[in-house]
């Protein structure tokens, strides 16, 4: 059994609700008309976010992509996620509100701190910067940024957004990245404690996850399998070798949901089905991990009442 001891997030986070069962729900709201169903415009957001904020969800995502383009498919476009997640944290009160993941490219990351600060403040300190380095490349291209070296690029954006919402001034040069005496001004009203999530699988990026994160994120499973538990066991080594406890970082998972023939769903995801999903989290909860995002398909009230419902029987409420 993976020995993995979760803590940090829920109390910097979610501090408005305590729970027996340590795995907090969050769903991904649609950013793009398939994932609705239908047309997933603001409306359908803001009603979305207002029904499963008030019904006690406990976070609220966006994804942050400008355009998907595969070979063979339909290009599809996408909402931008930051000004979505804006109009979400002005209209919601509860939930935590976090970006899963911002692709730190698309913006410089001074900006990107200074847009996180407001964000954090328009949603009363409920913001979670979940950070990563994007790598559709078609978006890229179609973009104008460039698609290299992403890692390294990734590696000093973190250079200059973590100290930056601490408070700090921050000077730094380096091969991409160039800010000279940079500081948020107003400054975060959170000073360090935004809590900053990191998607990574790779050895590099679990690396940077151990040296920077509050939190981690793998997404891909409808329930921990042997892939998981490689990762996991990565995820620890990562942290060994940055010389920081890994229970210090909390273990979230992205997780499918979808109803029958649903077009594009994972094969790995879960049915819409009560007992299946609360059976999942009573595995995510075995296993360590401490927060499930869950991708709903198609997003509607209905799905997320039924998701709330196998959340009350996880927790045995």
């Not at 990563?132 to 200059?160: I, Q």
């Not at 049915?271 to 995002?293: E, F, K, N, R, Y």
Request: glycine share 10%; with cysteine; hydrophobic share 40%.
């Amino acid at each position: 059994e993976l020995d993995v001891r979760v803590h940090g997030l829920p109390d910097r986070a979610l501090d408005r609700r305590t729970y027996d069962a340590r795995v907090k729900v969050g769903i991904v709201l649609p950013m793009n008309d398939g994932d609705g169903g239908g047309r997933s415009d603001w409306p359908l957001v803001r009603r979305l976010a207002e029904h499963a904020d008030a019904a006690g969800i406990d976070s609220l995502w966006v994804c942050d992509h400008l355009i998907t383009r595969f070979d063979g498919e339909p290009e599809e476009g996408i909402r931008e996620g930051w000004t979505m997640l804006s109009a979400v944290a002005a209209v919601t009160e509860h939930a935590a509100l976090g970006t899963l993941v911002t692709a730190t490219p698309f913006r410089s990351p001074a900006l990107l701190g200074k847009m996180a600060a407001a964000l954090d403040e328009i949603g009363d300190g409920r913001l979670i910067l979940g950070l990563g380095t994007g790598g559709h490349e078609p978006e890229f291209r179609a973009f104008g940024y460039p698609f290299d070296h992403l890692v390294g690029r990734f590696e000093e954006s973190l250079k200059v957004i973590v100290p930056l919402l601490r408070g700090e001034r921050v000077t730094f040069h380096g091969r991409w990245t160039s800010v000279d005496d940079a500081i948020l001004l107003p400054p975060p009203r959170r000073p360090g404690s935004i809590p900053i999530l990191v998607a990574a699988s790779r050895p590099r990026l679990l690396r940077l996850t151990a040296r920077y994160a509050d939190a981690w994120n793998t997404n891909g499973y409808g329930r921990p399998d042997e892939r998981f538990d490689k990762l996991v066991r990565a995820f620890r080594a990562a942290c060994d070798a940055e010389g920081r406890d890994s229970a210090t970082i909390e273990v979230t998972a992205g997780v499918e949901i979808a109803s029958p023939g649903f077009p594009r769903a994972d094969p790995d995801a879960l049915p819409l089905d009560v007992d299946a999903i609360a059976s999942a989290l009573d595995a995510w909860a075995a296993v360590g991990v401490g927060h499930v995002q869950f991708n709903l398909l198609p997003a509607s009230e209905s799905s997320i009442d039924l998701l709330l419902e196998a959340t009350r029987q996880h927790r045995g409420v």
